[in-house]
């Protein structure tokens, strides 16, 4: 088998606006089958995408034995359910995140995976971007020597919509950071190869009228001694938003401005110094040429979905295992503890 053969639950919104463009882009995947909540949206997905099968429920595809795996893209509430499922089924699943609702019920997931000996990865598809990957590589390298500070904003205008799971505790968990902070706080410790060890934050509702947060600062340690900062907002207008991930190092740094988000691109300034010597009583700001990092741009979902078929077709490693996605988890409670106590929370 060279191509792996997938089923969609939860065929509408990420997935068919990314996801799925991305797996029909994909040399070792195949889209067998999408599911909606009713058969007319899921007919609708499987005309538009010229795949085979169409199902109204999630069991019915997972009995399908056409399909290997599944891309689980609903409600952050099913997404427990519809995992194990999925493993009872002997599909191997690559699920949005948040991986389940608390990260209590994502640890039982990924147990009750590894015992049904399917393999289980996190929609954490930014990991996959050219110039987060190129920022990984040169912190590896200690290009810009030790760490000591990062910062991170991602940002969206989501106003109040009646019924929108995401704007829900219920449904979604959370807020901006909950679907926006998750990637920042993810690539924190995915560049730097390192994990949060302590957190304090604070997270408000501003501006709209929902029940989560529409702006959320977290302050991070982390365990390399790094200080980082992530903010997040559903309050901000998408024309004013600068989605900025950003390294400084003791021997330089590493600037992107909108290398994050759903598109592959935007551009970073990477300024690597060496050993710096003595301290400059002058303290005056030099204009000093930084050094150009060649990427080749591509589409995050291909090569999240292709690394992901490539797991499982050849055995090698998930670049994205859903555990790491479940420490994030509990990376955000300590956030909402924090807040809410106006307290350090050490994990």
């Known amino acids: 088998m060279n191509k792996l053969r997938w089923g969609v639950i939860g065929a509408g919104g990420i997935a068919d606006r990314r996801t ?11 889209l067998v089958a999408v599911m909606e909540i009713n058969m007319e949206l899921a007919e609708k997905c ?9 199902y109204d429920n999630e069991a019915e595809l997972l009995a399908d034995p056409d399909i290997d795996a599944v891309y689980i893209a609903t409600p952050v509430v099913l997404h427990a359910k519809q995992a194990m499922a999925a493993a009872d089924a002997g599909k191997h699943i690559l699920i949005e995140k948040p991986l389940a609702m608390t990260s209590e019920e994502g640890e039982k997931v990924v147990a009750y995976c590894e015992s049904k000996g399917v393999k289980i990865a996190a929609g954490l598809m930014m ?10 590589a040169a912190i ?7 760490p000591v500070s990062a910062y991170s904003q991602f940002t969206c205008w989501y106003p109040d919509m009646p019924g929108n799971w995401r704007q829900s505790k219920k449904n979604g968990g959370g807020g901006s950071m909950m679907d926006m902070g998750v990637h920042c706080i993810d690539l924190m410790q995915y560049v730097m ?10 997270n408000d509702t501003l501006t709209f009228n929902y029940e989560v947060e529409d702006s959320s600062m977290v302050m ?31 021997q330089g740094r590493l600037c992107g401005d909108q290398v994050i988000g759903q598109v592959d691109g935007g551009s970073l300034d990477a300024l690597y110094c060496g050993e710096v010597g003595g301290y400059d009583a002058q303290q005056e700001t030099k204009k000093v040429a930084g050094t150009a990092v060649d990427v080749e741009f591509g589409n995050t979902y291909t090569r999240e979905i292709e690394s992901f078929s490539d ?21 955000m409670e300590a956030a909402y503890r924090s807040s809410e106590e106006h307290r350090f929370i050490k994990l």
């Open 20 to 30: 799925i463009p991305g797996m029909m882009l994909a040399d070792n995947a195949e």
């Open 46 to 54: 499987r005309a538009k995408w010229g795949c085979p099968k169409a």
């Open 127 to 136: 990991r996959f971007g050219a110039y987060v990957q190129a920022m990984k």
């Open 140 to 146: 590896a390298e200690g290009r810009i020597g030790n």
């Open 193 to 202: 190869d390192t994990k949060v060890v302590e957190v304090a934050a604070f």
């Open 220 to 250: 991070l340690r982390m365990a390399n001694g790094a200080q980082c900062v992530v903010q997040s907002n559903f309050n901000i207008p998408d024309d004013a938003a600068k989605w900025r991930l950003e390294f400084f190092g003791d």
């Open 311 to 331: 797991s499982i077709l050849n055995g090698k490693p998930l670049e994205v295992p859903a555990e790491q996605a479940v420490y994030v988890q509990k990376v």
